[in-house]
Structure formats: C-alpha cells, structure tokens
C-alpha cells in the first residue's frame, strides 16, 4: 500500500548534515505566502508546494579531512503577483521550476587571502554552521526564475509623471511636460541610422 505525503505548511526547514547521516531526507513541504520575504514587488499568492530529496556528500580532502555537503534537489509549484513596471498594477505570474544544487559549510573554504577557484566550485553554494535553510534556497531559485521585468501588457502606458494618475484607465489633465533641450542634438539620428544585417 502506497502512502500519500502529507503536506505540512511550514514555517523555517533547517537541514543539517546530522539530519542526512544515515539516509536521505525526503522533503514534502508547503511554503505559506508571507513566510519568504521576495522582494516590495512580489507577493506569493497561495502555497508553494516544495517536493524533492536532501543527501549528504562526504568530501574526502585527506587521510583525515572531510567535508560535509548537502545535495538539495527539489520542485515547485506556486502563483506569485508582480507590480508592472510602468503602472504598478498586479500581474499573476505562475512559475514552476526545479533545481538540482549542492551546498558546502562556508568554514570549508574560508582561507585568508585570495585564491583561485575551479569552474566546479562556481556551482557550489555555502550554508552556515547551523545548517541550510529551505526557504532560503527557495527564494534564491524564484527569484531568478522570475521575469527581470513584467508589464501588465505589452503596451501600458504607465503612470503620469506629474499627478500618478493611471494612464491605462484614465487620461490626466496635467500639461506635458516639454522635452529636455538637451536631447534635441540626438533627435534627429533616429532616422539617420540604418542597422546592417
């Protein structure tokens, strides 16, 4: 007979390498909006479900040395709203991503002075002595999974510089403001300029 993970709504997730000694820890969680902070622009909208697998890795650099690695691998699922970014109104973002990601203490590196360092170790991310942080990972990943820049259509017209009025609603009365005179020398090389394939 097969058991169905029970979601748990979660408020930190802690792993540790102790945790991953003797097996693997498989991780079936669900994020509740508000308790990642994105950024003032995105808001979770709704629970993230976060499905993967936590593994130790031994790293082994001498007879008597190790270090301890955490392999993070993991899904997600959530609806996030992000302001336009010409007149602030919510846009729903559906993402859904993976990530496959491994994780060293920070003390393993931490050498004085500067060295350099293979293209593998570009890969690798720290966690702190304490342990590794799900959310924190989580956010890393949706925030680059994320659009740099959303518009709530291709063609907003933003706000009005002068009053804020919303111009994709309404029109203002505010006087346009005339163009800065130090732009007039480059007004004409629009039409000027011909691009070579």
């Known amino acids: 007979m097969t058991r169905t993970p029970i979601l748990r709504t979660v408020k930190a997730v802690l792993i540790t ?12 969680e669900s994020i509740a909006p508000g308790v990642i902070d994105y950024a003032v622009d995105i808001s979770q909208i709704g629970a993230m479900p976060v499905d993967g ?8 650099r001498g007879s008597h040395e190790f270090v301890n690695d955490i392999r993070l691998r993991a899904d997600y699922t959530a609806n996030f709203e992000v302001l336009c970014a010409r007149c602030l109104d919510p ?3 559906p993402l859904s991503g993976n ?4 994780f060293r203490p920070a003390s393993a590196d931490a050498v004085s002075g500067e060295r350099a360092i293979t293209v593998d170790e570009t890969e690798i991310g720290y966690y702190e002595e304490s342990g590794l942080l799900l959310e924190d990972v989580v956010r890393e990943q949706v925030l680059l999974s994320l659009p740099n820049r959303t518009l709530c259509t291709p ?22 403001a005339p163009a800065d005179p130090r732009w007039n020398a480059l007004a004409g ?9």
Do not use: R
């Open 53 to 60: 697998q936590a593994d130790l890795i031994v790293e082994h």
């Open 91 to 93: 846009v729903p973002v």
């Open 17 to 28: 390498p102790f945790d991953l000694e003797k097996e693997s820890l498989q991780i079936h």
């Open 189 to 197: 090389l629009a039409g000027t300029i011909k691009l070579k394939n």
């Open 155 to 176: 063609d907003c017209k933003g706000l009005c510089p002068s009053c804020g009025q919303n111009l994709n609603s309404a029109s203002c009365n505010c006087e346009k």
């Open 99 to 102: 990530f496959d990601l491994i």
